[in-house]
């Protein structure tokens, strides 16, 4: 099993411009999850779906929209990137029922110039 | 709202020193408390769990006790080791939201 895998690993942008992070999950996890982590501030949550289907915002939602495409499948994207978006992005997942016990995958490390 | 406190980092120890990293926390109810921890270049991985008062999580040699008297969970190892050296995260877990985080300590342990 793979469990959680993200794409890009790393990504540069200028400021502006648009692009989507990609997570999957092959362990059949009802929830989903996208994280920030800076420096200092911890991880923060940018949005959750807590199954297919359904999507809510976290601490941190302005500038990002999310898909859940299916359920393996939730998508970040950044409709126009500005430098305060630069950061390390996680997706995590979690099985029904056990929401506390989430699963991450490995990050994208993003910038914008 | 729920909330965590860690100790502020970075840590750094010697190895086969004992480790202390402080957590204590504010929820209402009675939460579920955790440790995750990130090693460099990874994501973050479950550590040790506590889901009632004065349960007390174990795992790869490290240990945390749930005291809901003093609304703690502090991490604790008897020795560490270089391989130790990470990102630990204390979280809480009170059913309403997702996963409550901690900002974070950096542990760097010296041979």
């Known amino acids: 099993n793979a469990g959680v895998t993200q794409t890009p690993k790393f990504q540069v942008l200028k400021t502006g411009q648009s692009m989507t992070l990609q997570c999957a999950q092959d362990?059949?996890?009802?929830?989903m999850y996208w994280y920030r982590q800076d420096p200092g501030m911890g991880l923060r949550l940018i949005y959750y779906?807590?199954?297919?289907?359904?999507?809510d915002k976290g601490e941190v939602p302005n500038g990002y929209n999310v898909s859940r495409l299916n359920k393996r499948e939730f998508s970040l994207r950044l409709e126009s990137a500005a430098p305060s978006q630069t950061s390390v992005y996680f997706c995590?997942?979690?099985?029904?029922?056990?929401?506390?016990?989430?699963?991450f995958g490995p990050g994208t490390r993003l910038t914008v110039t | 709202g729920d909330s965590v406190t860690q100790m502020e980092g970075p840590v750094t120890l010697s190895e086969e020193a004992f480790l202390t990293i402080n957590c204590t926390y504010t929820?209402?109810?009675?939460?579920?408390l955790f440790w995750y921890v990130q090693y460099p270049g990874e994501g973050l991985q479950l550590l040790l769990k506590?889901?009632?008062?004065?349960d007390k999580g174990s795992n790869k040699g490290f240990e945390a006790t749930y005291r809901k008297e003093t609304t703690s969970f502090h991490l604790e190892k008897g020795s560490v080791q270089v391989s130790d050296s990470a990102v630990y995260f204390c979280?809480?877990?009170?059913?309403?939201?997702?996963?409550?985080f901690g900002k974070g300590t950096r542990l760097s342990v010296i041979a």
């Open positions: 995590a997942s979690s099985a029904q029922g056990r929401r506390n016990e989430q699963y």
């Open positions: 362990m059949n996890h009802n929830s």
């Open positions: 779906s807590a199954s297919e289907g359904t999507t």
């Open positions: 929820a209402t109810g009675y939460p579920s």
């Open positions: 506590a889901t009632k008062a004065d």
């Open positions: 979280a809480l877990y009170s059913g309403n939201t997702p996963l409550v």
